[in-house]
Each structure stands twice: as C-alpha cells, then as structure tokens.
C-alpha cells in the first residue's frame, strides 16, 4: 500500500483544475482521507465477506460495501 502513495499524490494534482493551488498540507490531508477511506472499505468488505462464510474478498464484496460507504460520506 505504501508504494502507491506517490502514485494517488500525482493523481491528485492531474484532477485538480489549473486554476486551483493546492497546497502541500491540503494535498496531505486529501491522501490521509483517500487512505482511511480506502482502509475503512477494507474492513467493511472483510466483514462483509466474514458474513458470507468466504476465506477471500471479492469483488463483488467490495462492490456491495462501496455503494453503502459513499452514501454514508455524502452524507
């Protein structure tokens, strides 16, 4: 997980549109958001996989799961 950090950083700041500045602390708090989010996901995936008496996660495990966490962050 930890070599695809510089990657997400990059991505970050191609999304962002020309006329926004981004600051280095706000670039680290989008990462550190991304990443919990994406660790969350995990868990609740892993969970998700526990119920269904599955050794692995799936895909569809994650598909199920994703759909739940962002309508709990839109809010």
């Known amino acids: ?3 695809k950090a510089p990657k997400l950083k990059s991505i ?16 680290a708090m989008i990462e550190l958001l991304t990443l919990l989010f994406l ?3 995990a868990e609740e995936a892993k969970t998700n996989a526990f119920e269904e008496k ?11 799961v994703s759909k739940k966490m962002l309508k709990k962050a839109r809010g």
């Open 54 to 64: 599955s050794a692995r996660i799936r895909a569809h495990n994650v598909k199920a």
């Open 39 to 41: 660790s969350n996901l």
């Open 1 to 3: 997980m930890l070599n």
């Open 12 to 27: 970050i700041k191609t999304k962002t549109k020309s006329n926004i500045n981004v600051k280095p602390t706000s670039e």
